[in-house]
């Protein structure tokens, strides 16, 4: 018997240490598979990341490196013309403008406080440039606009023609941004939709020519619970409604901070708002902002854009905008510490009608202006131009 009990213990103690090392094996033969996915998965996000790099590299008329895929397209004539007439026009513009716009914003926008602020620019269209100018810290940028989407070219299969057709459309669609600070819409819809493809190219080249690095792109929508999601998952969620449409950029800043950068595609109107809810339901996740509104056509200024203009005055808790954004009069004193800057008696002439007078009155009075350093708005003009810095009061 105790044969018997000692060959039975032998035979379990067997079994026990080939089931152990069956298990082990198993194990590392799933580890091994897993550890090459990551590779993989590693390489191919590396490879994403050079071409999405490259490809906003070459658009902005910037230096490649002498391996990349586009070193050979960036010797033609067209990309040298336009890369060189680009480094012009951006060394004027930074000049000119946005060296001044950087240091008043330290000074007076506190950025500091800022640090890791989402910016909410609606009515932005792909202007970038000037959320990151005024606010360099924020850790997301939330860009609202009619202009699609869009994709982002394809270099490589660019004749040297078309190259020079597609740089000619670049030069249209930013010359007036980079000589007036703001975008002309009726350019946009033909410039962007037609000539572009969307905004998606603008913004890459803004994000370049900031010296930031694209991590990836990804197309996106909003689903009806607010949330940014796939277009495959919003399909997935069988709601009915047509989901509002962005895009996703994920980016790293000079000093190497993740950020990301979403435009997306809507209308702002009340009834379009309440036709698609989703995007409202998105913003309020969104919690506390900091908005930023340029060259907002006065849109505002009228009853049906007021469920936009409630929820930035609801959720803000710092406005900079010029005189075309949210009428003076609702930044009640009660709520508001209000500052202005600049000058301002009346709008161009296209928009004479939206002259506020409660905003003429406060710049009137004693002591109750500081000057700006620099044009910005439709009146571009440095002498001209205004900005109105409005913190909301703690408790409000």
Same mark, same amino acid.
């Given at each position: 018997?105790?044969?018997?009990?000692?060959?039975?213990?032998?035979?379990?103690?067997?079994?026990?240490?080939a089931?152990?090392?069956?298990?082990?094996?198993? +194990?590392r033969?799933?580890?091994?598979?897993? @550890?090459?996915?990551? $590779?993989?998965?590693?390489a191919?996000s590396?490879?994403?990341?050079?071409?999405?790099?490259?490809?906003?590299?070459?658009?902005?008329?910037?230096?490649?490196?002498?391996?990349s895929?586009?070193? $050979?397209?960036?010797?033609?004539p067209a990309?040298?013309k336009?890369a060189?007439?680009?480094?012009?026009?951006w060394?004027?513009? &930074? $000049?000119?403008?946005?060296?001044?716009?950087?240091?008043?914003?330290?000074?007076?926008?506190?950025?500091?406080?800022?640090?890791?602020?989402?910016?909410f620019? *609606?009515?932005? +269209?792909?202007?970038?440039?000037?959320? #990151?100018?005024?606010?360099?810290?924020?850790?997301?940028?939330?860009?609202?606009?009619?202009?699609?989407?869009?994709? #982002?070219?394809?270099?490589?299969?660019?004749?040297?023609?078309?190259?020079?057709?597609?740089?000619?459309?670049?030069?249209?669609?930013?010359?007036?941004?980079?000589? =007036?600070?703001?975008?002309k819409?009726?350019?946009?819809?033909?410039?962007?939709k037609?000539?572009?493809?969307?905004?998606?190219?603008?913004?890459?080249? =803004?994000?370049?020519?900031?010296?930031?690095?694209?991590?990836?792109?990804?197309?996106?929508?909003?689903?009806?619970?607010?949330?940014?999601?796939?277009?495959?998952?919003?399909?997935?969620?069988?709601?009915?409604?047509?989901?509002?449409k962005?895009?996703?950029?994920?980016?790293?800043?000079? &000093?190497?901070?993740? $950020?990301?950068?979403?435009y997306?595609?809507?209308?702002?109107?009340n009834?379009?708002?309440?036709?698609? *809810?989703? =995007?409202?339901?998105?913003?309020?996740?969104?919690g506390?902002v900091?908005? %930023?509104?340029?060259?907002?056509?006065?849109?505002?200024?009228? @009853?049906?854009?007021?469920?936009?203009r409630?929820?930035?005055?609801?959720?803000?808790?710092?406005?900079? /905008?010029?005189?075309?954004?949210?009428?003076?009069?609702?930044?009640?004193?009660?709520?508001? @510490?209000? #500052?202005?800057?600049?000058? %301002?008696?009346?709008?161009?002439?296209?928009?004479?009608?939206?002259?506020?007078?409660?905003?003429?009155?406060?710049? /009137?009075?004693?002591?109750a202006?500081?000057?700006?350093? =620099?044009?910005?708005?439709?009146?571009?003009?440095?002498?001209?131009?205004?900005?109105l810095?409005?913190?909301?009061?703690? +408790?409000?």
């Amino acid at each position: 018997m105790s044969y018997l009990r000692g060959s039975l213990i032998a035979a379990v103690t067997v079994w026990m240490i080939a089931a152990c090392l069956f298990i082990s094996g198993c +194990g590392r033969t799933a580890e091994t598979p897993s @550890d090459g996915e990551k $590779k993989k998965a590693s390489a191919a996000s590396e490879a994403r990341q050079l071409e999405l790099n490259d490809t906003a590299r070459f658009i902005a008329g910037l230096p490649l490196s002498t391996d990349s895929v586009l070193a $050979k397209m960036s010797t033609l004539p067209a990309w040298r013309k336009y890369a060189d007439s680009f480094n012009k026009n951006w060394m004027s513009l &930074d $000049k000119s403008r946005m060296a001044s716009m950087r240091k008043w914003a330290g000074d007076e926008l506190r950025t500091g406080s800022n640090d890791n602020a989402t910016v909410f620019y *609606p009515f932005s +269209g792909p202007d970038f440039l000037h959320a #990151a100018t005024f606010f360099p810290k924020a850790g997301s940028y939330v860009l609202v606009a009619l202009e699609p989407v869009g994709t #982002a070219p394809d270099i490589q299969h660019m004749t040297p023609d078309s190259m020079d057709q597609y740089f000619s459309a670049v030069n249209r669609s930013l010359q007036e941004v980079l000589s =007036f600070s703001f975008f002309k819409t009726d350019n946009m819809k033909v410039d962007l939709k037609e000539e572009l493809n969307g905004s998606l190219p603008i913004l890459m080249i =803004f994000l370049a020519r900031t010296e930031n690095r694209i991590d990836d792109i990804q197309f996106v929508e909003i689903s009806d619970t607010g949330d940014v999601v796939t277009p495959d998952a919003s399909r997935a969620s069988g709601s009915g409604r047509k989901p509002p449409k962005g895009v996703d950029i994920t980016f790293r800043s000079p &000093d190497g901070v993740e $950020k990301h950068l979403y435009y997306f595609s809507v209308n702002l109107r009340n009834d379009d708002l309440k036709r698609s *809810p989703a =995007f409202m339901t998105y913003l309020a996740k969104l919690g506390t902002v900091t908005s %930023y509104l340029k060259s907002a056509s006065y849109l505002m200024y009228k @009853d049906y854009f007021s469920t936009i203009r409630g929820a930035i005055l609801d959720q803000s808790a710092l406005v900079v /905008q010029d005189d075309s954004g949210i009428p003076y009069g609702f930044f009640k004193p009660d709520k508001w @510490d209000v #500052a202005l800057y600049g000058v %301002y008696s009346k709008p161009i002439e296209m928009f004479v009608t939206r002259k506020d007078e409660q905003l003429v009155r406060a710049y /009137q009075t004693v002591n109750a202006r500081k000057p700006l350093p =620099f044009g910005i708005g439709y009146n571009w003009r440095q002498g001209q131009s205004n900005l109105l810095v409005a913190r909301k009061k703690t +408790g409000k």
